[in-house]
């Protein structure tokens, strides 16, 4: 079955550095979505997108937070200055039809690590 | 705003014993329902879903049953295998958005 693809699995960083975290969704997938888990917390919606722009995203979204589609395969997730309480497992996800409808797939996600 | 709350884990048990996990939502109008699974190593996938009250979604031996009633989605299966030894999250997504409300996950073990 194809899948989501995330990299790195695991990133550390340092508070108030720039991270990019990176998604290859399935190739004819139109939807694109962030989630994160905090550990012991649930998990959270942060941002959809749809047609190179996003079309719902969370309070959790602020400015420091932006996603892009580069190159028409990649997708990802650009925190500008990190900050401790940005620690957490992000998860990409990607679908065919509007999630709600369809079933999203989900990648294994990224351990994001700040310090 | 809607919110989905699960029992907490993790909960451990022997092949072949039976399996509720409880959920139970808070929410306006009808959303629909969703459990997801992950694998160790994997991503979040899609178990199973009702959309509408009464439904009752069920795939590789589970079940659940949309209960408007008492704002549950509880999670059966009637004999786990090993195999079944997972983190087990229930959701609920509202018409008109794209995001998908999540619970915080049950871990599951089931030893030999």
């Known amino acids: 079955e194809p899948e989501v693809t995330q990299t790195p699995s695991h990133q550390v960083t340092q508070m108030g550095q720039e991270v990019i975290l990176r998604c290859v969704p399935i190739?004819?997938?139109?939807?694109f979505y962030w989630y994160r888990q905090i550990l012991g917390q649930k998990v959270e919606f942060l941002v959809s997108?749809?047609?190179?722009?996003?079309?719902?995203k969370s309070e959790i979204f602020d400015d420091q937070f932006s996603v892009e589609r580069p190159d028409g395969s990649n997708f990802t997730l650009k925190i500008r200055s990190t900050k401790l309480e940005d620690s957490a497992m992000y998860f990409c996800?990607?679908?065919?039809?509007?999630?709600?409808?369809?079933?999203?797939?989900f990648g294994s996600g990224t351990q994001l690590s700040v310090l | 705003g809607d919110s989905v709350t699960q029992m907490e884990g993790p909960v451990t048990l022997s092949e072949e014993a039976f399996l509720t996990i409880n959920c139970t939502y808070t929410?306006?109008?009808?959303?629909?329902l969703f459990w997801y699974v992950q694998y160790p190593g994997e991503g979040l996938q899609l178990l199973l879903k009702?959309?509408?009250?009464?439904d009752k979604g069920s795939n590789k031996g589970f079940e659940a049953t949309y209960r408007k009633e008492t704002t549950s989605f509880h999670l059966e299966k009637g004999s786990v295998q090993v195999s079944d030894s997972a983190v087990y999250f229930c959701?609920?997504?509202?018409?008109?958005?794209?995001?998908?409300?999540f619970g915080k996950g049950m871990k599951l073990t089931v030893n030999p």
């Open positions: 996800a990607s679908s065919e039809f509007r999630a709600t409808n369809e079933k999203l797939f």
């Open positions: 190739s004819n997938h139109l939807y």
């Open positions: 997108f749809y047609n190179n722009e996003i079309s719902e």
């Open positions: 929410a306006t109008g009808y959303p629909s």
């Open positions: 009702a959309t509408k009250a009464d």
């Open positions: 959701a609920l997504a509202q018409g008109g958005s794209e995001k998908l409300v």
